[in-house]
């Protein structure tokens, strides 16, 4: 019988850097065969055989053998490697507007595919069966970029989608994608929750065509005690996004009791527009109870419409409701007429009026 060998993680406070003692092994304590290992990016060599990953805060220290807190990147002979490069866990052909995008490519489809890994672990994961295992516990499909990008254009998809668990810890695999895919014309899209260090995020950027970010509050205990992380290398992140250009979507997925104070969702929204500006597309999401917060109910849908008419109060132009059925809020309207410009029903696009001139300015999005 397997069985994990951890020992104990320690996060020093205002400093940003994480020990972890994480090891897989069998009873005997003897390590296990691992996926194919590719030297990672963004690391440090310490003394003692010791490797520092810089790729998100965690900032995680490694001696030999031990994994960050992803469980995906392991110091192996005192070099920093990815586990999971090349070995998606999931592939299926979606909808845009499940990401959800609302403002790239609407109609469009997207070939989506996740290894398994996260450097977060947010008690309400919805993905939790990929995000929270260890690599060699889920079945993978040997699928290097070439193939990738090969298998998108069959596909028929216009762009490529990194989602599902948290791309940022298939980080290599992700960059060498995405520029394959540059070269043969696809578009590059990536849902994350941004907890990714500054110098991996603009490196990355230029490969993408939009990228939708998971604000998964706006209150510092809530990501700690509920995501295990921190808010502040997310609204950094966010603040890159927006000065280089990228196309940028939020998501806030609305946990009750948890992170759904309106006063909190004001301040949000009110970031969002003084430091992101008023076009960038807000969706709040339902949440439904799932891996450990199952005793908490599903997040009422007036929960939600009330956030979308507090945002649109605030100021910002785009705001939707997602995972309920809400022709209003899934409706993209013009901002200074509010005549209807695309009309969605759930993932569903039936009207799509962009090229009507029925707003008097430009909807800000990625459209071809």
Partial sequence: MKKYLVGLA????????????LKRGNEKGETLPATTAKEAWFYEKLDGGRVQCGLCPNRCILAEGQRGLCKVRENQNGQLVSLVYGQPVTIHVDPIEKKPFNHFLPGSTAYSLATG?????CKYCQNWDISQRFPEDLKSENLPPEKVVTEALK?????IAYTYSEPMVFYEYLYDTARLAHEKGLKNVVVSSGYVNPEPLKKLLPL???IKIDLKGFDENFYQEIVGGHLQPVLDGLKIIKEQGTWLEIVNLLVPGKNDNPDEIKAMCQWILENLGPDVPLHF??????YKLQNVPATPEETLKNARQICLDVGLHYVYTGNII???????????????????QGQTVLENHLDENLCDVKIPGVWQ
């Fill in 10 to 21: 320690v996060i020093i406070a205002g400093v940003g850097i994480s020990f972890l003692v």
């Fill in 117 to 121: 890994g996260c450097n977060l672990a």
């Fill in 155 to 159: 596909s028929g998809a216009q762009s």
């Fill in 208 to 210: 993408l065509d939009a």
């Fill in 285 to 290: 999401s339902r949440f439904h109870p799932d």
């Fill in 326 to 344: 809400d022709p209003e809020g899934q409706t993209t309207y013009c901002p200074t007429n509010r005549k209807a410009i695309i009309i969605r």
